[in-house]
């Protein structure tokens, strides 16, 4: 599929989806709980059912008929060993967290899990060192610390050392660890994302899992604990909201209200607001809502360390502000679905960026720019990113491979032409 770009100015409200990470946690919660959980507006995409899916060949029962309240009637903890292969699709939260979660099943012949070319590619090596050292054990089938990789229980406690290049490591070894049998500690030497951990701790809070913090770098987890069936809803997409604040910040005439945005719930993301105002951007904030404005943005240094999601759309920003701008401080998003450093450079300067790769970022220098055709890359994250590009340049922008888009956020090119946007897909012949 193509995604067809003419230029735009963007007016009006806009409600955002739910959460993909909130959604995927409650799925993995839910599905380890005693009982009935109700997940309220959860995001319905790829990467949401691609952990439904999972999580439903570990054993729960999953309900997602009505597409406000999925049901999930949970395993009590008691993981099943499905007979085929899971296949998390283009989910890379789903396969690092439901690694440790199968890691507590007792049927000891092995539970094994693949996805799409991306997931094949993105490194888990160590996750499955810490499952092994935890009583269970992970191994690649290529050999080469990638999916394919079967997971082997049972997660039974004790010690481990994890260096997190990516926060969801973590994150799954403190799902499972207060379902094990004994008590676990986790001594970290690197993490990035560590807000995307602080909400994993969010979901452990709601369900009074006991366990001790020492800033982010030791945890303590005790044993032959139980989650339980819960009732609540899922808080809008930060992540996805980026999109439209910098389109809305970056377009000639643009003024839009973004709202069910909910500024005290742990989401990483919502630090683009403060990246934005740093750039210039015309922002207010009330309760539940942000409206923004178009302005003349100014280049910045912003650390993204703990957003790096963001990436790709401030990267696309950053090329219509005055000045240079540098993001910083972020050599993981080398390793998300793509390298995206690396095609995020390549791709503005197909449109006349000025472009420095960095180990751990960019520098873009504002140029001026034409309509390209742009190769999305199979990311969902770079083609909404190129979208803005388009939005904002005379001409077509074509941007490949649009498809990637439903894997968190189906309803974007939707929601963008309600608010004004010239935008369509293109099945390709």
């Given amino acids: 599929m193509k995604l067809n770009v003419l230029k735009s100015t963007l007016r009006g409200t806009v409600a955002i989806p739910g959460s993909k990470s909130h959604t995927i946690r409650a799925v993995a919660v839910a599905s380890l709980a005693d009982g009935q959980s109700i997940i309220r507006h959860p995001l319905a995409s790829g990467d949401t059912f691609s952990a439904v899916h999972c999580y439903s060949a570990l054993g729960a029962q999953i309900d997602t008929t009505d597409p406000d309240a999925w049901k999930v009637t949970g395993t009590g903890g008691v993981v099943k060993r499905p007979e085929t292969i899971i296949d998390v699709g283009n989910s890379g939260t789903t396969l690092r967290l439901a690694m440790s979660s199968a890691a507590l099943c007792r049927d000891r012949r092995g539970i094994t899990f693949t996805g ?15 499952l092994t050292q935890l009583g269970a ?49 986790i001594e970290v030497t690197l993490l990035n ?40 809803a899922i808080p809008a997409d930060f992540s996805s909201a980026t999109f439209f604040l910098c389109a809305a910040a970056v377009l000639q005439d643009s003024d ?68 240079p701008t540098r993001l910083v401080n972020v050599p993981q998003a080398r390793c998300k679905e793509t390298d995206r450093i690396a095609c995020m450079a390549q791709e503005l300067a197909k449109l006349g960026a000025g472009v420095e790769e960095m180990e751990d970022g960019l520098i873009i220098e504002p140029q001026p720019l ?7 890359r199979g990311d969902h994250r770079i083609v909404m990113a190129l979208s803005i590009a388009g939005m904002a340049l005379p001409g077509t922008t074509v941007i490949d491979t649009a498809e990637a888009m439903n894997v968190t956020f189906p309803d ?11 935008m369509e897909i293109e099945i390709n012949p």
């Avoid at 951990?197 to 020492?214: C, E, F, H, P, S």
């Avoid at 034409?370 to 999305?376: D, E, F, I, K, S």
């Fill in 256 to 323: 839009i209200t973004i709202t069910g945005l909910d500024f005290s719930d742990s989401q990483p993301d919502k630090a683009v607001v403060d990246y934005l105002r740093a750039m210039g951007a015309d922002i207010t904030v009330a309760d539940n809502s942000v409206r923004i404005r178009a302005a003349q943005l100014r280049g910045a240094e912003i650390d993204m360390n703990r957003t790096p999601d963001a990436l790709p759309a401030l990267a696309v920003t950053a090329a219509f502000a005055k000045g």
């Fill in 137 to 185: 054990r992970a191994e690649s089938l290529n050999q080469n610390d990638k999916a394919p990789l079967r997971v082997y229980g049972t997660f039974a406690g004790g010690k481990t050392t994890i260096k997190c290049l990516t926060s969801q490591y973590l994150s799954s070894l403190l799902l499972a660890a207060g379902l094990a049998e004994n008590d676990t500690e």
């Fill in 370 to 376: 034409l309509p390209a055709h742009l190769n999305g």
């Fill in 412 to 422: 974007y090119v939707a929601l963008m032409t309600l608010l004004g946007a010239h």
């Fill in 116 to 130: 799409d070319e991306q997931i094949r590619s993105r490194p888990v090596g160590p996750l499955m060192a810490s």
């Fill in 193 to 232: 994302e560590p807000d995307y951990v602080r909400m994993t701790l969010d979901w452990l809070d709601k369900q009074g899992i006991a366990y001790q913090n020492d800033a982010m770098r030791h945890f303590k987890i005790p044993g032959r604990q139980k989650y339980k069936g819960f009732d609540l």
